[in-house]
């Protein structure tokens, strides 16, 4: 069993609506992650916390909001999507201990369908 | 240009043969990392193995092996004695010793490889 407790595992939504994903970890890691996947492609990194903080956005639009109310919980708030956002969203968490062999624990995912 | 390269984009193999998954990657760093994960049906994506650039010895984790050829820049994994459990998505990835100044996170993933494995 993952680590990485994610949900809703599946989620629909129309473009107007406001959803939210969770993500939760209990390993005690100090860096959480959401990553983006389209069909069959590899994972996109879409944002970093550290420390609670944001650290990286990767230039994702403002319709993807994050939130990180403590160390063990991750959101990602939806807001306006357009069809093309339909993926499956992925949160990952790792040590944050800042070495080349650190690894991420990914969660089962999000899968998101935006109608 | 594209860091990691997985060639194949689908691979097959009999159950309890050996398979060999390629992967190449291209970086200037001395100093990086180099990761496989798997990805089953439902989505989350497993470490299976990781080789960093200076290790002398090839990585192996249980039925996972890493033929690491540095001056061929390639990574490949080996799964022996494979499982249909096996079956999944295949991604080879590297984290860089100068990424942003920052070595968390930004992992870099190769297209992937789909391995099914048949009785």
């Known amino acids: 069993d993952t680590e990485v407790t994610q949900t809703p595992k599946h989620l629909v939504m129309g473009m107007t609506n406001k959803k939210s994903l969770k993500c939760e970890q209990h390993m005690g890691h100090r860096a959480m992650y959401w990553y983006k996947q389209k069909a069959k492609k590899p994972p996109e990194l879409m944002f970093v916390y550290s420390y609670e903080k944001l650290s990286i956005n990767e230039s994702v639009p403002s319709r993807f909001s994050p939130e990180c109310p403590n160390s063990s919980l991750l959101n990602l708030h939806l807001h306006a999507l357009q069809p093309e956002d339909s993926a499956l969203y992925l949160c990952a968490s790792s040590q944050l201990r800042s070495q080349i062999n650190e690894k991420l624990f990914f969660g089962s995912g999000t899968q998101l369908s935006v109608l | ?119």
């Open chain 2, 1 to 119: 240009a594209q860091k990691i390269t997985q060639t194949q984009p689908g691979m097959f193999v009999q159950e309890k043969e050996a398979v060999t998954l390629d992967c190449t990657y291209d970086t200037s760093d001395q100093s990086y990392g180099l990761f496989w994960y798997k990805q089953p049906s439902s989505g989350e994506m497993i470490f299976l193995i990781y080789q960093g650039s200076y290790d002398e010895q090839n990585a192996t984790e249980g039925r996972y092996s890493l033929n690491f050829q540095k001056a061929r820049k390639s990574a490949n994994l080996v799964i022996s004695a494979s499982q249909l459990g096996d079956s999944a998505m295949y991604f080879c990835a590297m984290r860089e010793g100068n990424a942003g100044g920052t070595s968390y996170g930004k992992l870099t993933f190769g297209q992937g490889t789909i391995l099914t494995v048949h009785p």
